[in-house]
């Protein structure tokens, strides 16, 4: 099974400052189709995830372009460029290459 | 739009038998892979069956034997059968869109006597 870890796991930063969440996999993400099926997720209390960014870098519909995903292989990182007050929750990275599909511990991002 | 609802979680006594359900909108769940993922109480998220669009399934190993996804592509609805409940089954149960793009809002089975 493919083993997911983020770091850190609780992040606090300033309002208008930058913030990054590191995700390594346990194995290459590569699918045999050539994708890389990691994406990034964020949670609020009581609320479903909500996807973000998928295939390591793209973002979803909807999402603004303060967030951005890159790395590759087993390396992947998620920036958020200017941190606003609505962007406080539980960031997960997931991966889909290869079941059981599985996600990262979660990394908690609050305000300073 | 895609709009997915799930139903079914509940309280239930450990051994018992419980079937979510989660009816879909917008799209065509035979067309997608659908899963259900779970969340224990203040805990992380796990993946614990998908449906591929082929029919094919899988399932995590902590609910293999036990739990079995479905669909009825007349109503459009994937269905989880749970069996031999345990303490540990307790979570919200989401029913998911093909790559996570899509979550429903979760229903809470609680698994105690």
């Known amino acids: 099974d493919i083993v997911m870890t983020q770091t850190p796991l609780s992040s606090p930063v300033t309002l208008g400052q930058p913030a990054s969440i590191s995700c390594r996999s346990s194995q290459s993400l590569v699918h045999s189709d050539g994708n890389t099926y990691l994406s990034w997720l964020k949670q609020r209390p009581g609320q479903p995830p909500r996807l973000l960014i998928h295939?390591?870098?793209n973002r979803f519909s909807g999402v603004p372009d303060r967030f951005s995903g890159s790395g590759a292989g087993t390396d992947f990182t998620l920036k958020i460029s200017r941190v606003e007050a609505e962007d406080v929750g539980v960031y997960y990275c997931m991966q889909t290459t290869q079941f059981p599909y599985s996600f990262g511990q979660g990394t908690k991002l609050e305000i300073k | 739009e895609v709009h997915l609802v799930e139903s079914g979680g509940g309280l239930i006594q450990p051994g018992g038998s419980l079937r979510l359900s989660c009816a879909a909108s917008?799209?065509?769940?035979?067309?997608?892979?659908m899963s259900w993922v779970r969340q224990a109480p203040g805990k992380g998220l796990e993946w614990v069956s998908v449906?591929?669009?082929?029919?094919?399934?899988d399932y995590g190993d902590s609910v293999k034997g036990r739990f079995t996804i479905s669909r009825d592509t007349s109503k459009n609805t994937v269905y989880l059968q749970m069996n031999s409940l345990r303490a540990e089954d307790t979570a919200v149960y989401y029913c998911v869109k093909t790559g996570g793009g899509y979550w429903g809002q979760g229903t809470l089975v609680t698994v105690s006597s």
């Open positions: 917008g799209f065509t769940v035979s067309s997608n892979y």
């Open positions: 449906i591929y669009s082929g029919g094919s399934t």
């Open positions: 295939k390591i870098s």
